[in-house]
Structure formats: structure tokens, C-alpha cells
């Protein structure tokens, strides 16, 4: 596989994050992805209900620039860089799946489990749990610890700062839950 | 355009977060199960390359890219609104194996459904604007 389809390995991708991270600082910004959210929610009226949304969204235009540039980011390497080989997820792991029924979801260029992430889904118990109420736990988490992943995992933790630590360990107590207890469950239903 | 430069590292982040699977829901639940390294490497090698970045940059006292001095903000101390908070939003990180970030790469990819995460969360902020007051932070 030539070297624009084949995934990157983590030091690669680690090294390219930090690099997104510096470029931000040296632009006089911060890297903090979630804002967005608190942006959208204030250009929707947010305002009226609550002084939290509030804010210049003009002062955050910035970010939402950057918020597309993701999404364009993405098209583009699923347009001119997809993969033409399925994951190379661990062994342990490839039988977690299989005791989840998802095997067949690992295919070349998918990213998740089709079956379980699609519009139909949504008529089901397991996808409004996992689409709709996971995607509202992800918005309101994110807004009352004051950061997602990049602004506590990488900008706090990069700054050494005790409070990002904090929401870290909460992040995975939260995830370990899920991912260990809850989807098992959920999937054998 | 003065927003050309964020729109090109935005670029940049999305296809940082595909190329290198982060935005891949198996590997957030193969992180949660401790059962690859990938995951651990990346967050790891960012976490550490910006603690050296940023003690230099501290050090050095470097200027932004328009000559001003870069400041650093310290976050507010508290432990209840980021160990709460947090663990709600990795209720939210497991159950849909994406951040907003990810989110946001993700459908550039072609996952359409992923919008309907994607404006649950915004909701979500929003309910959590509503609450905020009654909230313990």
C-alpha cells in the first residue's frame, strides 16, 4: 500500500496533533474544538435563555472556520487518501467484537460499525442510545468540564494543568463504563 | 480572507484525525479496553511534544506569529465540574466513539448519520446553558 492510503502509525498522528496544537498558539488562539458547540447554541438563539450562551460568536468565527476546514479535511481523505485495507485492530480486541456480533463490520475504509451507525438504526433502542443520547452526554460533558479532548487531553494536559487531569480521569471513568458494561449489555439485548 | 490560515489547519486536523484513526470509533473502544496501544501512543506523543512546546515557549518568552507575547490562561480550580462533567462527556465519548472533533471529520468522510450526534451535542451544550446556575461547579 503506497504511503498516501496507508493509516499513519500513533507517533505520526501524536506528533501531527501537537503540530495542529502549535499552530493555534502561535496564531494567538486556543485549541479547543468544543467551543464550537457553545458558538452554534448562541447563534441559535442561545442567548435569550441563558448568559452561559451569551457571547460574540463574531470573536469565535475563527474556530468555526477551522470546525469546516475539519469537515473538509475529512472529504478529502476519504476522497484521495481512503484506505483500501480493513483496520489492523488488535487480535484481544477483533474477539471483543466478535462477542459484540460486529465483525463484519471491520471493512476496508470504514471507520465505524455501519451497522450499528445508520439512519435506520435510529428507530431502535441501541442507536438512540448510542447516536442521540451519547451525542447529547458528548455536548453537555464537554461544556460543564470546559473542554473536550483537545482542550483538556492535549492543551490542559500539555500545560500541566491539575484541572484537565481531573476531567481526564472523569472522561475515562465514563468511557470505561460504557464501553465495558454498557455496550455488552446493550448489544445483547 | 483573514480566516483562510484556520480553514487550512482545520484541513490539516481533519485528515490528522482519519489518517491516523483517531476518529475511528473501534479504536476509542479498543482504548477503553486497554486492548491496543494505538490510542495511548497518540494522545501520549501530542501530551508530551506540547509539554516540551510549551515550556520552551514559557522559557524563551517566544511571540506569536503577530508579535505578541503568548499567555498562557490557568483554569479555574475546582474538582466536582470537571470530574462530573467529565465523566458525562465520557459517557457520551464511549456510547458514540467520537468527540466533537472526530464528529465533525466523520462526516466530512461520508458518515451523514453522525449529524444527528452532532446536533444532539449541540443540544446538549445548550440544556447545559439552561442548567448551569443549578448546577455544582
Not at chain 1, 117 to 136: D, E, M, P, T, Y
Amino acid at each position: 500500500m503506497d504511503i498516501i492510503h496507508q493509516p499513519w502509525p500513533w507517533y505520526v498522528g501524536g506528533t501531527a496533533i501537537a503540530a495542529i496544537m502549535f499552530l493555534l498558539i502561535f496564531s494567538g488562539k486556543e485549541f479547543g474544538f468544543s467551543d464550537n458547540l457553545r458558538t452554534i447554541a448562541c447563534m441559535c438563539g442561545g442567548g435569550k435563555f441563558s448568559k452561559f450562551l451569551d457571547i460574540d460568536w463574531k470573536q469565535r468565527l475563527w474556530n468555526l472556520t477551522f470546525m469546516a476546514g475539519t469537515f473538509l479535511g475529512g472529504w478529502i481523505a476519504y476522497t484521495y487518501m481512503r484506505s483500501d485495507e480493513p483496520m489492523q485492530l488488535s487480535s484481544s480486541f477483533l474477539s471483543t467484537l466478535d462477542s459484540w456480533g460486529l465483525t463484519r463490520d471491520v471493512k476496508p475504509g470504514e471507520l465505524i460499525p455501519i451497522s450499528l451507525f445508520n439512519f435506520s438504526q435510529l428507530g431502535s433502542i441501541v442507536g438512540i442510545v448510542l447516536i442521540i443520547f451519547g451525542g447529547f452526554f458528548v455536548g453537555f460533558g464537554a461544556r460543564y468540564a470546559g473542554g473536550c479532548t483537545s482542550g483538556h487531553a492535549i492543551s490542559g494536559l500539555s500545560n500541566l494543568q491539575l484541572p484537565s487531569l481531573i476531567a481526564v480521569i472523569g472522561f475515562f471513568i465514563g468511557g470505561l463504563f460504557v464501553s465495558n458494561i454498557l455496550y455488552p449489555w446493550l448489544l445483547n439485548l | 480572507m483573514k480566516f483562510l490560515q484556520y480553514l487550512l489547519y482545520g484541513i490539516l486536523f481533519g485528515i490528522i484525525l482519519i489518517k491516523s484513526e483517531v476518529a475511528s470509533w473501534f479504536r476509542i473502544q479498543e482504548m477503553f479496553h486497554f486492548q491496543s496501544f494505538h490510542m495511548y501512543g497518540v494522545i501520549g506523543t501530542a501530551v508530551v511534544l506540547g509539554i516540551i512546546g510549551i515550556q520552551l515557549i514559557k522559557k524563551y518568552e517566544l511571540k506569536d506569529f503577530r508579535g505578541e507575547k503568548i499567555v498562557f490562561h490557568d483554569k479555574d480550580k475546582s474538582v466536582a465540574r470537571y470530574l462530573i462533567g467529565g465523566i458525562i462527556f465520557g459517557l457520551g465519548w464511549g456510547l458514540t466513539g467520537a468527540c466533537p472533533g472526530p464528529m465533525v471529520a466523520l462526516l466530512g468522510y461520508g458518515y451523514v448519520v453522525i449529524i444527528v450526534a452532532f446536533l444532539s451535542a449541540t443540544l446538549g451544550t445548550f440544556v447545559y446553558g439552561l442548567l448551569r446556575d443549578k448546577l455544582p461547579h
